[in-house]
């Protein structure tokens, strides 16, 4: 009976080692850390920037499409660099057709060459080209149309 009452005790000792060493599982360790992204966004319409040369960005539709002006001289023509990215959509759309650009005075001027890829893919970018503008314009709006099902995103600068 001695041997019953000693093999019990023990039995009940080992499990209280145990629980007291063991039970706690240790928290588990992250796999991968959360990746987060800022993405700076101009809600349209765009607001208008006292600097020709800044860039801005409109988000819509899963896309992000930013431009900056690169070209403004009188009677030269104009060009805007236009970066297009998503994870979600193909970038397919024809820019010459796709873009239209207005000055102060109310004349429309057309894209006269996309000098960038053609449609496809999930990042896209070039630089878009227009005829010089008339007379002494002081801002100008770029209107990019239907891209992701966004039927317009809307930038605007003042000139210098």
Not at 28 to 52: C, D, E, G
Not at 144 to 153: H, L, Q, Y
């Amino acid at each position: 009976m001695q041997h019953k009452v000693l093999f019990s005790a023990l039995v009940i000792i080992g499990a209280a080692i145990l629980v007291a060493c063991g039970s706690a599982a240790p928290e588990p360790r992250p796999t991968s850390l959360p990746i987060q992204t800022v993405v700076p966004i101009t809600n349209p319409p765009a607001k208008t920037s006292n600097s020709f040369f800044e860039a801005q960005t409109v988000e819509g539709g899963s896309v992000t499409v930013e431009v900056v002006p690169r070209v403004l001289k009188l009677g030269a023509p104009l060009e805007f660099e236009i970066a297009m990215n998503t994870h979600s959509v193909d970038l397919d759309a024809d820019m010459t057709k796709s873009a239209v650009l207005s000055d102060d005075a109310g004349n429309e001027y057309t894209p006269t060459a996309w000098d960038g890829p053609s449609g496809g893919g999930h990042h896209r970018s070039g630089t878009l080209k227009f005829p010089a503008l008339k007379g002494n314009t002081k801002a100008v709006t770029l209107f990019v149309k239907n891209i992701a099902g966004v039927p317009e995103r809307v930038f605007k600068w003042q000139l210098p």
